[in-house]
């Protein structure tokens, strides 16, 4: 069971899990800015936001943000009360902080149904929203107004809240041809997806009760579709890529529980915002190191040597932190790696900063995809 099916049958065992969703089109007519806002019938659909911050004082921050939502049914059948759910809205959102060596990572999950997590509606500026984790007064929301996104999250528990605005600094791009995003073999293993690859951020991070003021660059995808995955493909490495000559990068590889690579994509944005969509090959990565998780056990890469032959890349990345897992504590199963990187060149200058998620190691449940 796919683990947003999982999620869904343990809060809602009734939900039946057959059902009629659409499915990514290469057709699709897209809207913007519409399309920012959630879209019905799909299984899954998120906004994902990471990005590398500092602060006046000059300490340093990378953070991810995002909101899921999982579908329990294509539409609310028509008649039903509000109560009646047919998705559910999970967040995650994490800080890491090299400077105390610290990663803390939070999460809600909640049913789409009133005072507790939903959706907005164009042009309504709300995207999503949740109500904080327990013990936090308030509430977690991402917004859009006029070109810029901004999200707001706290959890008093953990320690850490972030309040950041984003505006594009390229414009909006396509992973693949029209936001086609093929995943594997079968027809449903797609997804509709762009990315703006770099948005000018600004805003505030606290820490235990003490604020700080950042400003730094963050990195936006945006994905919905329904069974993205075909059923032999166990998780994935995906990289995204910010080089200081303003060009992006953005690569995945989907395994198999042997490890093989089954599907893979790369997109290079030049400086003046072009897009080249190419295949990174069957050798463009190799894992330097491991590291090993004490809480979950799970053992992911650590380091990596990329090297692509048409765009004419070779580059190192190097996690700013080893312990970068986010791990659930409302699935204790699930648990991935998502962590800030600096990228070198072959002569180990630094030339960029990036992000990188590892999910499906061990025996970790993947997020929902």
Do not use: C
Not at 100 to 105: D, I, L, P
Not at 280 to 298: D, F
Not at 326 to 339: F, T
């Amino acid at each position: 069971m796919i683990p947003e099916l999982a999620l869904a049958a343990a809060l809602l065992p009734a939900v039946t899990q057959e059902a009629d969703w659409k499915i990514a089109d290469p057709d699709y007519q897209w809207q913007f800015p519409q399309d920012h806002w959630a879209h019905s019938g799909y299984r899954t659909e998120w906004w994902y936001f990471t990005g590398h911050l500092e602060s006046s004082e000059g300490r340093r921050f990378g953070y991810q943000f995002t909101f899921f939502k999982i579908g329990l049914l294509p539409n609310r059948p028509d008649g039903a009360s509000q109560w009646n759910a047919a998705n559910l809205v999970m967040g995650h959102a994490s800080i890491t902080d090299p400077e105390s060596g610290q990663h803390r990572f939070s999460e809600v999950v909640h049913r789409e149904v009133p005072f507790l997590a939903g959706f907005g509606t164009f042009p309504d500026t709300l995207l999503a929203w949740s109500q904080a984790p327990a013990g936090t007064d308030g509430r977690w929301e991402l917004s859009f107004e006029e070109s810029g996104f901004a999200l707001d999250m706290r959890d008093d528990r953990r320690g850490f809240s972030l309040s950041l605005q984003t505006e594009p600094d390229k414009p909006r791009i396509f992973q693949g041809p029209n936001g086609f995003s093929r995943k594997g073999a079968g027809e449903s293993a797609a997804s509709q997806y762009y990315s703006y690859s770099r948005l000018k951020t600004a805003g505030t991070v606290t820490l235990d009760g003490v604020s700080y003021s950042v400003q730094g660059t963050s990195w936006m995808d945006k994905e919905f579709g329904s069974d993205q995955l075909d059923d032999e493909q166990v998780g994935w490495d995906w990289f995204s890529l910010q080089l200081d000559d303003r060009r992006e990068v953005m690569l995945f590889s989907l395994r198999d529980e042997e490890g093989e690579i089954h599907s893979r994509a790369g997109t290079l944005v030049a400086a003046d915002g072009s897009v080249q969509w190419f295949d990174p090959g069957n050798q463009w990565l190799r894992a330097l190191s491991s590291w090993e998780s004490e809480k979950s056990g799970v053992e992911y890469p650590s380091g990596w040597r990329i090297r692509l032959e048409e765009p004419g890349l070779s580059l190192e990345l190097r996690p700013v932190m080893a312990n970068q897992e986010n791990r659930s504590s409302i699935l204790p199963d699930m648990a991935y790696w998502e962590g800030a990187v600096d990228v070198f060149d072959d002569a180990g200058n630094t030339i960029g900063r990036g992000y990188v998620e590892l999910t499906g190691y061990g025996d970790a449940m993947r997020p929902g995809i």
